[in-house]
């Protein structure tokens, strides 16, 4: 298992699915938001696609923007 935090660009258009639901998101840190008031099952199981990479519960909670962009 790796702790290296993933950092992302926080303007990118993110789609958050859990169960059978589909949330598509304006940006990753409204993605992250609606993820964390999931309820614990639906956290595991959920997951958060950015571009062509797919996170899921593990790598969401290492997700984080870079200093400079959450500024702009």
């Known amino acids: 298992m790796s702790d290296d935090l993933i950092y992302l660009e926080p303007r990118?258009?993110?789609v958050l699915r859990y169960d059978d639901?589909?949330?598509h998101?304006?940006?990753v840190p409204e993605a992250w938001l609606a993820w964390a008031q999931l309820d614990f099952d639906q956290k595991v199981g959920a997951t958060i696609e950015v571009a062509d990479a797919i996170y899921n519960a593990r790598a969401i909670r290492r997700?984080?923007?870079p200093e400079d962009a959450a500024a702009a």
């Open 63 to 65: 997700l984080r923007y």
């Open 25 to 27: 998101c304006r940006n």
């Open 21 to 23: 639901v589909e949330v």
């Open 12 to 14: 990118q258009q993110a």
